[in-house]
């Protein structure tokens, strides 16, 4: 019966590896994106909201804000070409993250 036991554990950990290795990459690109944006505000930090994936996951809309900032403005992330785009009436933002 322990022969049973060593295959499921073993399976277990791939998995816990890979789903684990995947939420903090996710993590890893939020963070990426806030500085992206900061960087480009001349800010030394941004809040982000509403993010979503689009683009099939290649791309990241949401919205953000400066700190002492009170409203949030909406931004594209292009994880391809790792460019953040803050103007609304770009050609790219339309594409992906008009609503």
Do not use: W
Not at 12 to 35: E, K, N, P, R, T
């Amino acid at each position: 019966m322990h022969n049973v036991y060593v295959p499921v554990v073993a399976i277990l950990l791939v998995f816990g590896a890979i789903f684990g290795y995947q939420a903090f990459s996710d993590s890893q690109v939020d963070d990426d994106v806030a500085q992206l944006i900061a960087a480009q505000r001349g800010v030394e930090k941004v809040e982000m909201k509403d993010l979503q994936s689009v683009q099939k996951g290649y791309g990241l809309c949401g919205e953000y804000r400066a700190a002492g900032e009170t409203t949030y403005a909406p931004f594209y992330y292009s994880q391809v070409n790792e460019q953040v785009t803050l103007d609304t009436q770009a050609k790219v933002f339309q594409k992906y993250c008009a609503r």
